[in-house]
């Protein structure tokens, strides 16, 4: 009866020629909005939310501050766990995950509490990778890993479930022997280990590269080996567009003996690269966001995404890659939470026996 009094009401307002009011808009004026990033604030992650922090401030209604925060620990299992039980309250929340925070989701860690189908991904955003050497191994590399199979690299690591696993993994299938050091809390510290010397070799994400190991190799301290490469239309690996001049792990594999680009160990190292790179950072909301307010952040995004300046700023900053925003974010979404079961048993199996790591 209260649905049927609802929609005569409205029929007689619409008769008598009125309108019923319309919803309030959603307007952030003075208030401040949280980016939660689960990572330390010398990583990839950090420099991805705070390059995007500002532009959203412009866009989204009422001119909020946009506040990036940080919460490392576990590997970013501990940030996702803590947002897994926040509710939507005044939509001041955001929460940014990478690959680091997807793996460990993927592969079943038993630290894992939380459940992306639960989250509102808003933005997505791919990216790439770079590993690198010091220049005294930089100097034995001629684009195979031939003459680096003698060596004993050491790297600082999040952790083997981590987004790590990729560059780890790639290491051993060109028979390289690679120590991880485990137990930082996001990529800028390992970079800083390279940089005192306590590491040998080290990768970063592309913004992380292009925000602190790019000087290294512009200083001749650091000697640049290899991209994880980018994905073309038909799903092969090709050049990275924001590192054209690096070769990919495909090309160095190709080039190094007993190094195979086909078989269930390439499968294995591709689909988890997929999941990682491509769609390798995300922004979400939490549950119960009201649509309203969803579809302001996905406007305020894809208004940021239309600035005529923003290739140019993002290339600078975080790469040529693709953002997506609303129903592409979900989609890419779904891509970065899903691996095959093959080449998830293959990873499990080889956490297992590489790093004594049980997941099953």
Known sequence: MRKLATTVAAS??????????AAAEVDFSGKTIEWVIPFSETGGSAK????????LSEELPGNPTVVVKFMPGAGSTKGA?????QEHEDGTLMFGTSGSTQFPYLLGDP?????????????????????????????????????LKDTDFIYGSQGATRLDLVPLLAWEMLGMSVE????IKGRGDGRLMFERGEATIDY??????LGGSQAMVDDGKAVPMMTWGALDE?????????????????????ATEGCATEGEQWDAWKAFFVAGFPVQKISFLPAGTPDDVTE????AFEAVRSRPDFAELAAKQVGKYPMFVGEGAAKATTTGTTVSEDAKTFVQNWLQEAYGVSLK
């Open 81 to 85: 766990n803590w947002f897994q039980e």
């Open 180 to 183: 991880p050091v485990f137990g």
């Open 48 to 55: 991805w939310a705070n390059f995007f922090a500002p532009l």
């Open 12 to 21: 007689a307002l619409i008769a008598a020629g009125m309108t019923m009011p």
């Open 296 to 299: 302001t952040y996905v406007k």
């Open 234 to 254: 038909d799903g092969n690996i090709v050049r990275d567009p924001t590192f054209p001049d690096i070769p990919t792990f495909k090309e160095v594999c190709e």
């Open 111 to 147: 630290r894992v509490r939380y459940e992306y189908a639960d989250w509102i991904p808003v933005m997505a955003s791919g990216t790439g990778g770079v590993a690198y050497l010091n220049t005294e191994d930089g100097a034995k590399f001629d684009g195979s890993a031939n003459a």
């Open 204 to 209: 970063q994400t592309s913004s992380g590269y």
